[in-house]
């Protein structure tokens, strides 16, 4: 009886000995901890500039004359209008900007009125906030 519980003793260390050996041999580390993401700040917005030759803009000087001086009648607005009418009001607000602080409508203004009249006349808003500098 001392063989057979020989032999079962051996048998049981055996087969510990075998799976210990097959659990740790599948032995997997655990994955990296994921590193945090940044979180990226947006870019400050691009500073708006103006498409279009702010030169061509001087045929807005006689539109703004007559909206300034109350003209009897309805200004034309093709020759100033045209030329912002494919433009956002941001880009049309700069290119306007743009051409009453070079003078090239060729007369002082008040650039916040001036601009605002432009802008409203051509059918576009000035963008909230938007300042002329």
Known sequence: MASKALATTALLLSLNLLFFTLVSSTY???PPTPKPKHHHKKPPPAKATCPKDT???GVCADLLNDLVHAVV???PKAPCCTLIEG???LEA???LCTAIKANVLGI????????????NYC????PTGFQCA
């Open 93 to 95: 607000a700069v290119c």
């Open 55 to 57: 030169l061509k803009l």
């Open 28 to 30: 997997v580390p655990c």
């Open 87 to 89: 433009l956002v009001d």
């Open 73 to 75: 009648g309805t200004p």
């Open 108 to 119: 002082k203004l008040n650039v916040p009125v001036s601009l605002s009249l432009l802008l």
């Open 123 to 126: 059918g576009k808003k000035v």
